[in-house]
């Protein structure tokens, strides 16, 4: 059982940057894809950023040249690089573990962490 820790997020400006990071047990991370996911208040959970074992990525448009997914096997941590925040940013963040190839939806992924709170006041 893969247990997720995130980690990181804060109160900031518009323009500001954060980095969040997500902390595994249990396994080791590196067998697998890492997926971060935001939620608003109101709203679905949807899809910030994938990396895959071999460090392939993908971004939702909206964070495309904003933030980057990066990974740390060796800490057996994930990390998610947030610069230029916009209130729109605005959402509790969560960190996904699932086996197998890379993915973007929140049912592909069957490990969650608790979430980070992250705020961009305008």
């Known amino acids: 059982q893969v247990q997720l820790v995130e980690s990181g997020g804060g109160l900031v400006q518009a323009g500001d940057s954060l980095r969040l990071s997500c902390a595994a047990s249990g396994v080791a991370l590196s067998n697998y894809v890492m997926g971060w996911f935001h939620q608003a208040p109101g709203r679905e959970r949807d899809f910030v950023a994938s990396?895959?074992?071999?460090?392939?990525?993908q971004y939702a448009d909206s964070v495309k040249g904003r933030f980057t997914i990066s990974r740390d096997n060796a800490k057996n941590t994930v990390y998610l690089q947030m610069n230029s925040l916009k209130p729109e940013d605005t959402a509790v963040y969560y960190c996904?573990?699932?086996?197998?190839?890379?993915?973007?939806?929140?049912?592909?992924?069957?490990?969650w962490g608790q979430g980070t709170q992250v705020t961009v006041s305008s």
């Open positions: 990396i895959s074992w071999s460090g392939g990525t």
């Open positions: 996904a573990a699932r086996r197998g190839v890379v993915a973007t939806r929140t049912g592909d992924f069957g490990s």
